[in-house]
T-cell receptor, first 118, second 113 residues
Framework: KAGVTQTPRYLIKTRGQQVTLSCSPI?????VSWYQQTPGQGLQFLFE???????NKGNFPGRFSGRQFSNSRSEMNVSTLELGDSALYLC?????????????????FGPGTRLTVL | KNQVEQSPQSLIILEGKNCTLQ??????????LRWYKQDTGRGPVSLTI?????NTKSNGRYTATLDADTKQSSLHITASQLSDSASYIC????????????FGGGTRVLVKP
């Protein structure tokens, strides 16, 4: 069974640009969560999508958005990039009935996309 | 505010030795606690998941304990190997609608030969 895949793996952008990251979950998983990881803040939750609907949202500005397609693949978009957006963006999939932290479900993380904003 | 605190921030141990990582949380209501291992440049990998009623769970040389009364957990690594060098992240689920996850800052472990 293939794991979670994320593309691209590495990305360099400049301030003010926008970026789209892609995540393909494990086959059969309907929930996709996105996280930002920085050395200073650790892992922070961005949002979760389930069946094409955003089900949970973290405390990030509106520049961060996402969507999920009918095949459960998900994209995350960041507009008007800032230097502080440089981070590892991780995607995780699971097949929960009640959110990514439900007891019966393990989250499987992808390798991440490392975004550098210059 | 839900918080997860891990200690120490970093740890250096010699190959073959044991070590214990700590996790204290204030997440409420509590649903479950997870330990993840994250190698440099890779996504986290789940080690254990424990619910309120479980006080210990093992995965190979990794043993996690949970004291739901004191809201503390530990991860014990036995007979460490060089491949154990990684960050270990404690994550707590709040058990509310959506089961939101709160992440600890992680403990970076370096195993030296």
């Amino acid at each position: 069974k293939a794991g979670v895949t994320q593309t691209p793996r590495y990305l360099i952008k400049t301030r003010g640009q926008q970026v789209t990251l892609s995540c393909s979950p494990i086959s059969g998983h309907r929930s996709v969560s996105w996280y930002q990881q920085t050395p200073g803040q650790g892992l922070q939750f961005l949002f979760e999508y389930f069946s094409e609907t955003q089900r949970n949202k973290g405390n990030f500005p509106g520049r961060f958005s996402g969507r999920q397609f009918s095949n459960s693949r998900s994209e995350m978009n960041v507009s008007t990039l800032e230097l502080g957006d440089s981070a590892l963006y991780l995607c995780a999939s699971s097949s929960p009935r009640r959110g990514p932290g439900a007891t019966t479900d393990t989250q499987y993380f992808g390798p991440g996309t490392r975004l550098t904003v210059l | 505010k839900n918080q997860v605190e891990q200690s120490p921030q970093s740890l250096i141990i010699l190959e073959g030795k044991n070590c214990t990582l700590q996790c204290n949380y204030t997440v409420s209501p509590f649903s479950n606690l997870r330990w993840y291992k994250q190698d440099t440049g890779r996504g986290p990998v789940s080690l254990t998941i424990m619910t309120f009623s479980e006080n210990t769970k093992s995965n190979g040389r990794y043993t996690a304990t949970l004291d739901a009364d004191t809201k503390q957990s530990s991860l014990h690594i036995t007979a460490s190997q060089l491949s154990d060098s990684a960050s270990y992240i404690c994550v707590v689920s709040d058990g509310a609608a959506g089961n939101k996850l709160t992440f600890g800052g992680g403990t970076r472990v370096l195993v030296k030969p």
